[in-house]
């Protein structure tokens, strides 16, 4: 393998304990901005339902209602999260350490090369490119009917941005990081060895799966074929992440994210 997908982030256990509150803030704050990010396409998705002939859709009429309430369960999930990947999984050592390092106002180079960070976001293009072709081959095999025209691309463009942030957050810092961390804690283990970190990228990659079935539902038929092809989609990129999240740290697991979004859903047509 390529040294540039060796190398790891540095992770100063003092640095980041030092500065654990500034990374909680920073993080959560973060977090709402991601979240108030996804309200033009959630509204937007609604919409679509409601014009679709969708009666059980109700759209609110005031976008302000909607960022009031995105904003006050943002803080209080992003809370809980950022306690959780923080404070209850410290011992996985994994978290924010670049976050750390913009803090202690230190060179940020000793943590990671400017390489390591690139390949890490051509590493998730890479993908993004991979499984539109395999998209494109099935369209030719298997064409999905779809229930539901799809957002257009600014909307995705948004949502890009937003499910970069939110979603590194809640299922790599939060469940990666406390599933690695409770297995430590059953063997009794200080360091968790590579099986361990794996076993957390799976199961938190098979969760982010089924966390977008609902979104899926949507647009196509849950059926047995969108239900695998939803699944496997999320695993392999929910494993991605979780690599580079475990190597490369939050930040640059949420650049890759967004990376591959905007390559997946705005410079591609998956679906279309």
């Not at 230190?106 to 539109?132: F, M, Q, T, Y």
């Not at 949420?254 to 390559?263: E, Q």
């Amino acid at each position: 393998m390529n040294p540039l997908f060796l190398s790891s982030i540095k992770h100063d256990k003092a640095e980041k304990k030092k500065y654990r509150w500034q990374i909680a803030i920073s993080v959560l704050a973060l977090f709402v901005l991601g979240s108030i990010l996804n309200i033009p396409f959630s509204r937007e998705v609604k919409r679509l339902n409601i014009e679709a002939g969708n009666i059980a859709v109700k759209l609110n009429e005031s976008v302000l209602g909607d960022t009031v309430k995105v904003v006050i369960s943002s803080l209080i999930l992003g809370a809980i999260i950022v306690f959780i990947g923080l404070w209850i999984s410290s011992r996985a050592n994994l978290g924010a350490p670049l976050i750390a390092r913009i803090f202690s106002k230190k060179p940020i180079c000793p943590v990671i090369s400017s390489k390591a960070v690139w390949s890490s976001i051509l590493l998730a293009i890479v993908v993004a490119l991979l499984l539109l072709g395999l998209f494109e081959l099935q369209k030719g095999f298997y064409p999905v009917q779809e229930r539901l025209s799809r957002p257009s691309k600014p909307f995705y463009a948004l949502v890009s941005l937003s499910a970069g942030i939110t979603e590194e957050i809640m299922f790599r810092l939060g469940l990666m990081s406390f599933i690695i961390a409770l297995i430590q804690f059953s063997k009794k283990i200080e360091k968790p060895s590579n099986n361990i970190v794996w076993t957390g990228i799976v199961i938190s990659a098979l969760f982010f799966g089924l966390m977008h079935l609902p979104l899926s539902k949507n647009f196509v038929e849950l059926t047995p074929f969108t239900i695998g092809v939803t699944m496997i989609g999320n695993l392999i990129t929910g494993s991605t992440f979780g690599w580079i999240f475990w190597k490369r740290g939050l930040l640059i697991a949420m650049a890759s994210h967004i990376a591959f979004d905007l390559v997946f859903h705005v410079v591609g047509s998956p679906f279309g």
